[in-house]
């Protein structure tokens, strides 16, 4: 069928509308903002590089920032907003309170970000930027972020309470269901869990393995019981190393230690027990390499998880409140 000059001139025309609205409705692009704000990188890289070479730790702090950020209604940003006498935000849910930390370097890059290009970019941006460069600085692959989310104009303790944030005593079954339900995978989340190379967990997030659990090297659960006490409540936030020999060093050898029992949380020797996870444990072990490719593939998926896109949401002013 050959079409009239009107009804192409309208298949033109419609092409055109699709393209206007899809554009106004902002995927997520790594260009996002190469015109609007140009320094943004430098700026997000300059404040985390300070930041970790003083404490190394807060590039771990900052990583998890994002991981539980993307859990709850999506990368939006949530997870840094303060509670006030209206909102009961996410900081205090189970899995953050007293656990979460790494604000102030995101404020710190908010603020400069905000000098530099103002009311233009989001603290879900800001955040996925510098989880990015938190993996890269202790040593770990880069990748090019997806630019483009939006701000929550709320936050909810009880999303971030709810169950969609896996526990230290999460099965495997349960690891896989929580990722699934986020759109990803077995393998996603395999690798995702090898973001415990770096950082450190608090004595009440592993007491229970280092005490009543079999499938443990018995030296390492001897080493960590010295600074863990058996009885609940004294030592509850004594930390340990989430990786024993290179916790700030983003590299494989948490999975070697998967093998060698030495997974200082139940859910991450969970990976490592005898289930359907083990072989991708013994490949990552063996290859570094398959780890950081997997590992980049899966930051990329947990980023694209719900993202608020214009004209949802808003560009907050301050990451710890709502405009
Ligand atoms: C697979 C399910 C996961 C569970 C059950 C889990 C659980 C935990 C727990 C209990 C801690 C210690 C919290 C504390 O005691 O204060 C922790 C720390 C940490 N998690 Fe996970 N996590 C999981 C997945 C992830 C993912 C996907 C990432 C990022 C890719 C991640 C990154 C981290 C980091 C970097 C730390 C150390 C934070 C710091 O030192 O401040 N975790 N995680
Ligand atoms: C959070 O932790 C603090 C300090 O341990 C505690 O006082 C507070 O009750 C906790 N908040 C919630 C909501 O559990
Ligand atoms: C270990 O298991 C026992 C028996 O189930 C339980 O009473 C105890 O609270 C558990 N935890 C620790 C740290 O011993």
């Known amino acids: 069928m050959v079409l009239s000059s009107s009804s192409s001139s309208w ?40 930041a970790v070479s003083k404490q190394p730790r807060l590039a771990a702090s900052i ?20 509670d006030t006498g209206s909102l009961k935000g996410e900081k205090t849910a189970a899995p953050n309170n007293g656990s979460l930390r790494g604000f102030e370097v995101i404020d710190e890059i908010k603020s400069k970000v905000e000098a530099a290009c103002p009311s233009l970019v989001s603290c879900a941006d800001i955040l996925t930027i510098a989880a990015r460069d938190s993996v890269l600085l202790l040593g770990g692959p880069n990748w090019e972020v997806k630019l483009g989310r939006r701000d929550s104009k709320t936050a909810s303790f009880n999303d971030a309470n709810s169950g969609v944030l896996p526990r230290p005593s999460s099965s495997l079954d349960t690891l896989i269901s929580l990722f699934q339900a986020q759109g990803l995978s077995v393998k996603d989340m395999v690798a995702l869990s090898g973001g415990h190379t770096i950082g450190k967990a608090r004595c009440i997030s592993f007491r229970d393995r280092i005490y009543n659990e079999t499938n443990i090297d018995s030296l390492f659960a001897k080493a960590k019981q010295m600074n863990c006490p058996r009885s609940s409540g004294s030592g509850d936030d004594n930390v340990a190393n989430l990786d024993i020999q290179t916790t700030n060093y983003f590299d494989n050898s948490y999975f070697k230690n998967l093998i060698n029992k030495r997974g200082l949380l139940h859910s991450d020797q969970v990976l490592f027990n005898g289930g359907s996870t083990d072989s991708l444990v013994q490949t990552y072990s063996q290859n570094g390499n ?25 560009i907050r002013k301050n990451c710890r409140r709502v405009n």
């Open 63 to 82: 990583l998890r920032l994002f991981f539980h950020d993307c859990f709850v209604n999506g990368c939006d940003g949530s997870v840094l907003v303060d």
């Open 290 to 314: 398959a780890f950081n490719c997997d590992f980049v593939a899966a930051m990329i998926k947990m980023g694209d998880i719900k993202p608020l896109l214009a004209p949802n949401g808003e």
């Open 11 to 50: 298949l033109l025309s419609s092409l055109a509308l699709f393209l206007v609205v899809t554009a106004g409705r902002s995927q997520l692009s790594p260009n996002y903002y190469h015109q609007s704000c140009p320094k943004l990188p430098f700026i997000v890289k300059s404040v985390v590089q300070s």
